[in-house]
């Protein structure tokens, strides 16, 4: 009977230990949990407002206002327009002199 309860005993003892440890993991992974939450929430925050920055970036009065001022960019018109021409090739122009 002793040795049975000693059996017993050694069986509790480590199925408490184990418990314990199980129950520490557990709540390891559930700070783990939260703090991963947390993190995505911050970064869906940070998303969302970085979407806003690019559409307000993109409007056209912006874009044509940083061209401007940046670039040094100008309105094209007729007086600053360079027209080329194209010259035939001399490749076709060849082959035009064959019969």
């Given amino acids: 009977m002793t040795r049975l309860n000693v059996l017993l005993l050694v069986a509790l003892i480590f199925s408490s230990i184990y418990l314990?440890?199980?129950?520490?993991?557990?709540?390891?992974?559930f700070a783990e949990l939260d703090r991963a939450r947390n993190e995505e929430r911050l970064l869906d925050n940070e998303f969302e407002r970085l979407k806003s920055d690019r559409q307000s970036q993109?409007?056209?009065?912006?874009?044509?206002?940083?061209?401007r001022?940046?670039?040094?960019?100008?309105?094209?018109?007729?007086?600053?327009?360079?027209?080329?021409?194209?010259?035939?090739?001399?490749?076709?122009?060849?082959?035009?002199?064959?019969?």
Avoid: F
């Fill in 20 to 29: 314990v440890r199980v129950s520490h993991e557990s709540r390891r992974l």
């Fill in 58 to 67: 993109a409007t056209p009065l912006r874009v044509e206002k940083t061209a």
């Fill in 69 to 99: 001022d940046k670039l040094a960019m100008r309105t094209a018109t007729p007086a600053v327009t360079q027209y080329i021409s194209r010259a035939a090739p001399a490749s076709a122009a060849a082959g035009s002199d064959r019969p």
